[in-house]
């Protein structure tokens, strides 16, 4: 949970803060929002895993194994590389999307891996160096197989979150429609039929 | 899932506490008005950001239309006597 | 959390030990009826009922912290809040049945939420004015959290009861299931008549009438009745549990009780 608040909120607030700016209004304005709890999730996710890592061995294990199951999701978080993404030159084109993929996933690389430093843990990618020259941190290759499988909806959770929402919407269709109901029945005269 | 059981969308106006309008936040679904206010309350207002809220049923919102922006909008552009700075005050007058 | 109450003050050691027990039985309440409200989180009939529960259960683990962090300093024998939530077994815990039945239907819920909400309004209510400041410190932040809880559950008890002919099976049915269990609330003991002496706690019979009356209002303008049912539950202020507590706990419990004296 800390290293899901810590990397995939993170990355989420990457992806997420130049869309605050975007051309489409109702989106630019639900990701100020979203990026406002992202943040703090994030910020909640380090301090968890900062105890965790400063604990007892134990704990010191289950936040590494944590970060070592959650990195690489994280990066492909901001999808396909550039000349494999299908959406991008539309989506920036339009103006909705301002920054490329690999920018974004860079940018978000950088920003963590300091901080992996301050929490004691490694991250599990053996290639990934400072870069003097570009001044940034070289990435290892990213198996990107496990976001199209997942994109495609066969990951792991696919079927059982999405079953999950099926059955929660389902069983909740006699509340939704009680309330419809009374709200019909109290509705201002002018509505009512005898 | 029946149309029946579909929630009306609401658009949703918070006042802040120093604030002096009613700034749109954003919407959300709900049965009807009360419930409507108090889902605002838990939805857009978890860090105390307002004193006061507003819901407005969206199918009653009237927009101007995007495609008329131009004969709407524009001939506003060149009265621009209408801004302050457009006049001269001799330097020393003061309240003006 | 606790930051800004005033500290514990001095208490006599014989009246302290009272205290103990009575916060105790306020916090056990908040805490199992938090975690159990927790479990709507992503099942809601509506997202926004998702955000609204959730919000609740927070507010319930808010008081749950304040009430068992005050009843450690009061026990004085080192015990925190995490102690106390964590470490007890279930004969130990003394919240009423009540707050740890499932889940059960969203009508179960509404039903629950209806009479424990009245219940924990007009104690707080009364406990605004407790001799001891702590508690009245608490109770004073709590009371306009649980006026909201009651508020939530009196607009669903009216949308279920009076809205379609299967909502109002399903409430009516939650408020059959619960009926059992309110009694128990309302039982005064040596305990707590002692406290309510000296001004320190509200004797629960004080606030039959009260819930009683505001049920009834609610019920009647929801086309809903009050149950018809003898049936009387009661043992949880002594630590005598439904079965189901102990799941409860255990999922609880397992974390820290897997790590004994690890941080979190």
Redesign the interface.
């Known amino acids: 949970m800390g290293a899901i608040g810590w990397l995939v909120d993170g990355a989420a607030i990457v992806n997420q803060v130049p869309l605050c700016r975007c051309s489409y209004g109702p989106y630019a304005r639900a990701m100020v929002r979203v990026c406002k709890e992202e943040s703090f999730h994030q910020r909640q996710g380090f301090e968890i895993l900062n105890t965790l890592s400063h604990g007892t061995p134990a704990q010191h294990a289950m936040a590494q194994d944590a970060v070592d199951r959650w990195w690489w999701p994280s990066l492909m978080m901001f999808g396909p590389p550039d000349d494999a993404s299908p959406n991008s030159a539309q989506s920036m084109a339009w103006g909705i999307k301002r920054f490329s993929n690999d920018q974004l996933r860079q940018r978000f690389v950088d920003m963590t891996v300091p901080q992996s430093q301050a929490l004691g843990l490694t991250l599990p990618d053996p290639d990934l160096r400072w870069n003097a020259e570009r001044g940034s941190y070289d990435i290892g290759e990213i198996d990107f197989s496990e976001l199209f499988e997942v994109i495609k909806g066969n990951g792991p959770c696919n079927a059982a979150r999405m079953n999950h929402r099926r059955t929660a919407h389902e069983e909740g269709a006699w509340v939704r429609e009680a309330a419809a109901a009374y709200a019909a029945k109290h509705r201002a005269p002018q509505a009512s039929a005898a | 899932m029946t149309d029946r059981d579909e929630w009306p969308l609401w658009e949703v106006f918070v006042r802040a506490k120093r604030g002096l309008s009613h700034v749109h936040v954003g919407s959300l679904h709900a049965p009807d008005a009360p419930m409507a206010v108090r889902n605002a309350r838990d939805v857009f207002t978890r860090r105390q950001e307002g004193v006061s809220i507003w819901v407005v049923p969206s199918d009653v919102v009237v927009a101007s239309s995007p495609d008329e922006k131009d004969a709407f909008f524009d001939p506003a552009g060149d009265k621009i006597y209408r801004h302050p700075t457009f006049y001269t005050v001799p330097e020393g007058v003061e309240h003006l | 959390m606790t930051a800004d109450l005033p500290a514990a003050g001095a208490v006599a050691p014989a009246e302290s030990a009272a205290v103990f027990a009575y916060t105790l039985r306020l916090a056990d309440d908040a805490l199992v009826y938090a975690q159990r409200m927790g479990e709507w989180i ?8 998702d ?2 529960l959730a ?1 609740i259960a927070l507010d319930l683990l808010g008081q749950a912290r304040s009430l068992l962090t005050y009843a450690g300093e009061v026990e004085g024998a080192e015990r925190g809040e995490d102690e106390l939530a964590y470490f007890r077994d279930e004969r130990d815990f003394v919240n009423a049945q009540i707050f740890e039945l499932p889940i059960g ?2 009508g179960f819920t509404v039903a629950r939420m209806l009479v424990t909400s009245s219940y924990q309004y007009a104690l707080y209510t009364l406990l605004q004015d407790s001799t001891d400041p702590v508690l009245a410190a608490i109770a004073a932040k709590a009371v306009k959290e649980v006026d909201y809880h009651r ?2 559950a009196t ?1 669903w008890t ?3 009861g ?3 002919p ?2 109002a099976r ?1 409430i009516s049915g939650g408020l059959v299931e619960v009926w059992p269990y309110v009694a128990e609330l309302f039982e005064s003991d040596e305990l707590v008549r002692e406290l309510a002496t000296t001004g320190v706690a509200v004797d629960p019979e004080r606030l039959e009438d009260p819930v009683s009356t505001y049920l009834d209002t609610v019920l009647l303008a929801a086309t809903l009745g009050r149950p018809d049912v003898a049936v009387r539950h009661t043992g949880g202020r002594r630590g005598v549990h439904t079965e189901h507590l102990g799941y409860l706990l255990a999922e609880m419990q397992y974390l820290a009780r897997s ?1 004994p ?4």
């Open positions: 992503a099942k809601a009939p509506q997202l926004e009922e955000v609204a919000n239907d969203f508020d939530h607009q009216l949308r279920l009076d809205g379609t299967e909502s399903r790590h004296g690890a941080r979190w």
